[in-house]
């Protein structure tokens, strides 16, 4: 198991993105965190299997169907066991 945190910009909030990272990241089986930032950025605390992280992270590149992905900055993170995947304020 590992963590990942993620930093997503661009056109990434008011799209459905935090939401729709939530359903991927479940049909997954990726326990963590997602949440808005400001300047228009998302974060994302990821914990699975290098499998279902890598398959995660390509998903981030692009994420829902409004969205526009300009940068995905990914760095590894301490594990914390989140037990689900859930939008957080």
Request: hydrophobic residues 35%; proline residues 3%.
């Amino acid at each position: 198991m590992k963590c990942f945190q993620i930093t997503i910009s661009g056109k990434v909030q008011g799209v459905g993105f935090r939401y729709s990272a939530k359903s991927f990241a479940r049909a997954l089986g990726i326990n963590g965190i997602v949440r808005n930032l400001p300047h228009y950025e998302v974060y994302i605390e990821a914990e699975g299997n290098e499998f279902q992280l890598n398959e995660f992270i390509k998903w981030c590149k692009t994420g829902p169907e409004h969205a526009r992905v300009t940068n995905v900055f990914v760095s590894e993170c301490e594990l914390k066991e989140y037990s689900s995947f859930e939008v957080v304020p």
